[in-house]
């Protein structure tokens, strides 16, 4: 099947510090990725939708100036996390379906885990 | 937001038994899918059924969906200690454009 990779998959940084974290297709093209977060024992929660080619869209209650998402080309999408705070340690995680065909099918990335000291 | 809740938010049993658990969500929906995490991993996609359809199998997983109740139900059949994970509902609404999980459900498989 399809393959999405996040790097790093561990970072540990001291607040106030930024932290970008990449998530790639590396078989398929996604116009569209995903970014979602998970703290501990509870379910993802969406971030935000990367748009290659176009400003990302936010859920509600996120920070687009927190959180910046950059989507350069059709197999990488990138989140910033700019001046990281304690509570902002958690499990970040991209999807994305494949650009051809419809969402039914997303594919998720191992996940990667912030830790803000 | 969380479309669905997940129940129950644990769930402990013994190898061989069935394990089953619950979603319920509250609008509308184009398909719900499963997945299964494991401890700190990414998600696995495991079966997806679209609201036009009552039941799904893959092996030994067993899907149900009710959308007059909107609700589902995953049933793992003959568990084995490798089943032991969060397993999770997800929405598709009718924009289908986006995912909306569940709390999630915990399962332990005690060998």
């Known amino acids: 099947g399809a393959v999405v990779s996040q790097h790093p998959s561990w970072v540990i940084c001291k607040s106030g510090t930024s932290v970008k974290i990449e998530c790639r297709s590396l078989?398929?093209?996604?116009?569209?990725m995903f970014w979602y977060r998970q703290f501990p024992k509870q379910s993802l929660m969406l971030m935000a939708t990367s748009n290659e080619g176009s400003k990302a869209t936010y859920e509600q209650g996120v920070e687009k100036d927190k959180f910046l998402i950059n989507h350069a080309s059709l197999t990488l999408s990138t989140l910033t996390v700019t001046s990281a705070h304690p509570e902002d340690s958690s499990f970040y995680i991209c999807?994305?379906?494949?650009?051809?065909?419809?969402?039914?099918?997303?594919?998720f990335g191992p996940g990667t885990r912030l830790l803000v000291l | 937001s969380q479309q669905g809740e997940e129940d129950p938010q644990a769930l402990s049993i013994q190898e061989g038994e069935n394990a089953t658990m619950n979603c319920s969500y509250k609008?509308?929906?184009?398909?719900l899918q499963w997945y299964r995490q494991n401890s700190g991993r990414g998600l696995v996609h495991l079966i997806l059924?679209?609201?036009?359809?009552r039941e799904k199998h893959s092996g030994r997983l067993r899907v149900t969906l009710d959308t007059s109740k909107k609700s589902s139900s995953l049933l793992i059949t003959a568990s084995r200690a490798a089943d032991t994970a969060s397993y999770f509902c997800?929405?598709?609404?009718?924009?289908?454009?986006?995912?909306?999980f569940g709390g999630g459900t915990r399962v332990l498989v005690k060998p």
């Open positions: 999807s994305a379906p494949p650009a051809t065909g419809g969402w039914e099918t997303q594919y």
């Open positions: 078989d398929f093209q996604a116009t569209t």
């Open positions: 609008t509308s929906i184009n398909n």
């Open positions: 059924i679209r609201s036009n359809e």
């Open positions: 997800a929405t598709v609404g009718a924009a289908g454009n986006k995912l909306t």
